[in-house]
């Protein structure tokens, strides 16, 4: 009874940090950094200040929100994040017409975004870790990894699909546990739908959530594999509705506006051509495919891996806010080391997702390397056929289940090494000894890696990026 009051304390105070860093942090940075310092945050800016200023939706031919040189907007794309931050904007406008008023509550907005997301990932932990204290690390490492909380600082529309992917995820996991109830339905759908209207990178993982959830309702016996028609119509429409009721009024008004490009792609790079400087231009623009480099000579003399891997890591600003070179080692060997014992590393049938479900667990595997390796695949077909930027925030939507092996990891480490201490220092196995193992080498492992994610993201946001903003008080 002791422990288990020990314990529940410990929960709390672990539960307090988690949200007080996140208000610290997010909020200091919101505030810290001077106006188009984040990456594109200026021309990202120029839809919520249409929005508030006009009340209404921009064309994404409207010469006021067009990127100068490039000749496109992002109006063209979904813009459900820009709308939620110019309604925000109008509503702190009736207060207050400082400019700096209005940018910070179109930033807030990214901030909120965030502590949903925070919600969503410590919901996720407890569920896919049975073990609270590799819950907690998991949601420490997606939360304060440098990188992920700066995207919830600025005006971008990176945190509403990294909220959306925790959502997504949380609802299919408790839809595969409670077998769709209305409730994890509804949950699924709203991930959806803000995904679909944020941002076109993370659409694998609606494509995953769909192929999922139509798996979920198969079951395979000695007389073969059936399918559960009833339940999978009357779920599948309950949510297909709720999504085409979320999603529905952007894609018909792109189609009506821009002569049926429903995605509107099309319209934004003909757009570029009609309003692009030369050396900007989609026909004119120097890429590494119009000057004839293959993919693979881009990856080899490039430092397109380097970069992306860096500023997944953390790189704050334009591309020009580096950290320590012991965070970016410290996340370099965590990340190798966490991946291999993950796929070296028996799981002795402990803690695997869904162990009554051999094939389903192994699909559900597959759709979450896909859903990996599609942002990574998506940011290097932009670098090499259409602009050469290798930034890590492009391959952020990764970052959850990444996270989830990396501590899976962690765990197998923590058990094979509990099963050993016990069969030498024991001769046996399945013991209380090994037990209490367990437990030590789990809160000792769980304590010094997050303490040293804390660190790690205090010595890049305090020690680097403050005082380069001191110095640079207005952006470059």
């Not at 988690?18 to 310092?37: D, V």
């Amino acid at each position: 009874m002791k422990s288990k009051t020990h314990r529940l304390h410990a929960d709390h105070i672990i539960f307090f940090l988690y949200f007080a860093l996140y208000f610290i942090i997010g909020l200091s940075m919101l505030l810290k950094q001077s106006f188009g310092n984040p990456p594109d945050e200026y021309n990202r800016y120029l839809i919520p200040q249409y929005i508030a200023a006009n009340g209404s939706l921009p064309n994404g031919y409207e010469e006021s929100i067009r990127i100068g040189g490039y000749g496109f907007s992002y109006g063209f794309q979904p813009i459900l994040p820009y709308i939620f931050q110019g309604l925000m904007m109008r509503l702190a406008g009736l207060f207050s017409s400082s400019e700096a008023v209005l940018l910070y509550s179109a930033r807030l907005v990214d901030f909120i975004f965030g502590l949903v997301m925070a919600v969503f990932v410590l919901l996720l932990g407890r569920e896919w870790f049975a073990d609270r204290r590799f819950s907690w690390l998991f949601s420490f490492l997606v939360m304060f990894l440098p990188q992920s909380i700066f995207v919830h600082t600025y005006v971008n529309t990176d945190s509403c699909c990294m909220m959306s992917i925790a959502i997504m995820l949380y609802g299919l996991t408790r839809g595969i546990q409670d077998h769709f109830r209305v409730s994890s339905c509804i949950l699924l759908a709203i991930g959806i739908i803000f995904c679909a209207l944020s941002y076109y990178n993370a659409y694998g993982y609606i494509l995953s959530c769909i192929l999922l959830f139509t798996a979920y309702f198969f079951s395979g016996s000695h007389t073969g594999i059936s399918f559960s028609w009833r339940p999978f119509l009357k779920k599948g429409i309950f949510i297909s509705l709720l999504v085409l009721i979320g999603i529905g009024w952007w894609f018909i008004r792109s189609f009506i506006l821009y002569d049926g490009d429903f995605l509107g792609l099309k319209s934004r790079d003909l757009c570029a051509s009609l309003y692009a400087l030369p050396e900007f231009h989609p026909d004119t623009r120097i890429t590494w495919q119009s000057q004839g480099y293959s993919l693979w000579e881009m990856l080899v003399t490039s430092d397109f891996l380097n970069l992306t891997l860096l500023s997944f890591i953390g790189i704050y600003g334009p591309m020009t806010i580096v950290t320590s070179l012991w965070v970016y080692r410290f996340y370099k060997l965590l990340f190798a080391v966490c991946v291999a014992l993950c796929i070296l590393l028996p799981g002795r049938g402990a803690g695997a997702l869904y162990p009554d479900r051999p094939f389903f667990r192994r699909f559900f595997h597959a759709n979450m390397i896909f859903c990996m390796a599609m942002p990574f695949l998506l940011s290097l077909y932009y670098s090499y056929a259409i602009d050469y930027q290798p930034q890590g925030r492009y391959i952020l939507p990764m970052l959850i289940p990444f996270s989830y092996y990396c501590i899976r990891g962690l765990y197998k480490a923590v058990s094979a090494g509990a099963h050993f201490c016990s069969k030498v220092f024991c001769r046996q196995t399945d013991t209380p000894a090994e037990k209490l193992f367990f437990n030590r080498l789990s809160t000792g492992v769980c304590l010094v890696v997050g303490v040293l994610i804390l660190l790690s993201v205090f010595i890049t946001v305090y020690g680097y990026a403050f005082p380069y903003y001191e110095l640079h008080p207005t952006a470059p």
